[in-house]
């Protein structure tokens, strides 16, 4: 498997374990210093997975299509089903993910709609998603946290820090 296919999973595996230590009560209840919770986490990072889906489909990747307000916030059983199906199509789609131009839609503006279309890559959207994930599983875990759940430590670790941590303690 290529590394990047891997890492992809290992994201995603991330995401699997945050909503494995949650339960269905503290799965979506935000924390004293934010409105998200969770499970709003998990569907803003499993939105992102399932606009790739469709986009290789489309030949266009939008990341504006978003599930706000969807099951998949509320329930961790839903989520856990989802990141299963991704990691099977991550694993036994890794030849047809091959890297291939594609475009990618996105809002670029926080003042006015505003999408903008821009050429990328499969690889390098894998790359955004893994960094994205990662970034969203740092707050979901804060989150957890302060929730009294217990967390794996390992991760919402960015993959440079990760290797710098590894290499302080060599």
């Known amino acids: 498997m290529k590394p990047l296919h891997k890492a992809t999973i ?17 799965y979506n209840q935000p924390s004293r210093h934010s409105e998200s919770g ?19 489909k489309q030949g266009c990747i939008d990341y504006n299509q978003r599930h706000r307000d969807s099951q998949l916030e509320q329930d961790p059983m839903i ?15 890794e030849t047809t993910l091959a890297d291939a131009p594609i475009r990618v839609e996105s809002e670029i503006s ?42 794996n430590a390992k991760i919402g670790i960015a993959p440079s820090t990760a290797s710098y941590l590894r290499q302080q303690a060599n």
């Open 110 to 151: 926080s003042v006015q709609q505003c999408s903008q279309q821009f050429d990328s890559s499969i690889d390098r959207e894998l790359c955004y998603l893994i960094n994205h994930t990662v970034h969203h599983v740092a707050y979901a875990k804060l989150v957890a946290k302060e929730l009294g759940l217990l967390v």
């Open 38 to 56: 969770i499970g709003r986490h998990v569907r803003h990072i499993l939105d992102h997975f399932l606009a790739l889906q469709q986009g290789i």
């Open 10 to 26: 290992e994201a995603l595996q991330q995401v699997q374990h945050l909503v494995e230590a949650s339960d269905r009560q503290r």
């Open 79 to 93: 989520a856990l089903q989802l990141i299963h199906q991704l990691n099977h199509w991550f694993s036994v789609s």
